[in-house]
């Protein structure tokens, strides 16, 4: 059975309630890269922020520039950036920073730009082809900030339009302009500050509802996965008001059975300092109530209470089961996933919130893509029909008279022979040509519409022309399964199997 997708959630519940498995809307889908078998995963772990807690990335932003916007005016950044209006599109996951020459870029799983942005300007294909043609982007750590959060994408935006002022009122700096490096770093410090001395997080702690979105799905999912005797932590970097007053909003009231957010939890660590905390061994301090260390520090923490700090290997010990029957779901590739699955051997769910918008867009421009797909190919024909008409035509044009009567033609008729071959091979190559060229303007107009429904600026997220994006191969790369959000577990069974596609390469197909 298939649900509608906007199926109230009370409608929803009630149909889980009553047992009725339904298949979700395409958006609520949970995507596999690596076999994985649910029914022996006992334990699944979550990341809060990004992960069960869903912000607003309108409102974030909006919070972020808000906040950061004066502590650059207060460092002597022009008052002009007060009008600053958030772009929501601009900036998104797996764009790459270049530093040095104020640019943003986007990329493909090969490393090749495929977008780039000096400021709000999109560079035009000649000029990001001479600067980024050669050169493999990425291992110049200095000059390359990779764009991986969500928290990170306001930065992007900001900065942006301080390239812009540096460029177009240079005039608005009263003392020495930074360089465009220096203008990214006072970006980001400003951006942490904010962070770190609790601008953002209290204006988000104040006003909860205004920053994330209560889902409704997501009491009845975990305590689904804890019907089916599956035991679950949450592990997050945030401190303990901080996670207490989200997850209080998420789940405090969420269902009559559970008192309180806490008794949905088997462990709980915060202020758990990911990555590292899958590096390096450390101790858990036991929290009481109020957020304050109570006293004793632990090895491996213990159930039913709250842990700041400690380490992979402490909690591993905690749990009781082999490190690959851990699903561990998060939202950031490096410090919940690649940094998990190569320290820890847990298995890696990734939630990417911008699938729904993703998914939405190519089940709305399904017959539009599927003609790009033909005429991607068609265009490739024709490309390869084109370089064997001028291979000939050279060939051709090297002939004389005297070769052409070596292959046995008449002495006398030679040179008109060659010349109407010539002839006709041009009109060949001509009228090929012109097709070639209307199948490549069909195909920019029409990937033009659905990139910008994608995004406006850089088209979709998980992919760059016809090749996967750098963010897509990293998600394909190193989440075993995917999906836009937590409680897309509830449509399905806490022992489903979910099976990979099976891999390919190019000459897996030839036998096919
Ligand atoms: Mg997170």
Request: proline share 5%; hydrophobic share 40%.
């Amino acid at each position: 059975m298939r649900l509608a997708p906007d199926l109230p959630p009370s409608v929803r519940r009630l149909l889980f309630e009553a047992g009725v498995e339904a298949e979700p809307p395409i958006e609520r889908r949970i995507f596999t890269n690596r076999d994985l078998n649910f029914d022996n995963v006992p334990v699944v772990g979550f990341d809060m922020d990004y992960t069960l807690a869903v912000y607003d990335q309108d409102a974030m932003e909006a919070l972020s520039i808000a906040c950061t916007i004066d502590k650059l005016i207060a460092r002597g950044y022009p008052e002009r950036l007060s009008k600053l209006e958030p772009e929501p599109h601009f900036a998104m996951r797996g764009l790459l920073v270049d530093k040095r020459l104020g640019n943003v870029l986007k990329q493909d799983r090969h490393g090749y730009v495929g977008r780039a942005y000096h400021g709000l300007r999109a560079l035009a294909k000649a000029e990001r082809r001479a600067t980024y043609r050669t050169q493999r982007l990425g291992g110049e750590r200095e000059r390359f900030v990779p764009v991986d959060t969500l928290f990170a994408l306001p930065e992007v935006t900001i900065y942006a339009n301080i390239v812009e002022l540096l460029d177009r009122h240079p005039e608005l700096w009263s003392g020495d302009r930074p360089s465009y490096a220096e203008a990214w770093d006072d970006v980001r410090a400003c951006i942490d500050e904010a962070h770190r001395d609790g601008t953002i997080k209290d204006r988000i702690r104040a006003a909860p509802g205004s920053f994330i979105e209560r889902d409704a799905d997501l009491g009845p999912t975990l305590h689904k996965l804890r019907s089916a005797g599956k035991r679950l932590f949450l592990l997050t970097n945030s401190l303990l008001p901080y996670t207490d007053a989200l997850m209080t909003y998420l789940l405090g009231d969420a269902m009559t059975a559970y008192g309180s957010w806490q008794a949905y939890f088997d462990w709980i660590v915060v202020g758990a300092r990911k990555p590292t905390f899958f590096r390096e061994p450390a101790a858990f301090v036991e929290l009481d109530g109020t957020g304050e260390p109570s006293g004793s520090e632990v090895a491996v923490p213990q159930r039913g209470r709250i842990y700041q700090g400690g380490g992979q290997e402490g909690l591993q010990r905690a749990l009781g089961v082999h490190p690959d029957e851990v699903l561990y779901v998060g939202d950031h590739i490096y410090g919940d996933v690649v940094q998990s699955k190569k320290s820890s051997g847990w298995r890696t769910a990734l939630v990417v919130q911008d699938l729904e918008h993703e998914l939405a867009v190519r089940r709305d421009f399904a017959v539009e893509l599927a003609d790009i797909e033909h005429l991607h190919r068609l265009r490739a024909q024709l490309a390869e029909r084109l370089s064997q008409l001028r291979h000939v035509g050279r060939t051709l044009e090297r002939f004389e008279a005297a070769d052409v009567v070596a292959f046995g033609a008449d002495p006398g008729e030679a040179d008109v022979l060659l010349e109407t071959s010539r002839a006709n091979l041009r009109r060949r190559y001509d009228r090929t040509r012109a097709y070639f060229e209307e199948v490549q303007a069909a195909l920019e107009r029409r990937e033009a519409a659905v990139d910008r429904a994608f995004n406006p600026y850089w088209g979709s997220m998980f992919a760059e022309r016809h090749e996967t994006s750098w963010f897509g191969a990293q998600v394909e790369d190193f989440a075993c399964i995917y999906t836009s959000r937590v409680s897309n577990f509830l449509f399905v069974s806490p022992s489903r199997y979910f099976h990979a596609p099976r891999g390919r390469l190019p000459h897996f197909e030839v036998f096919r």
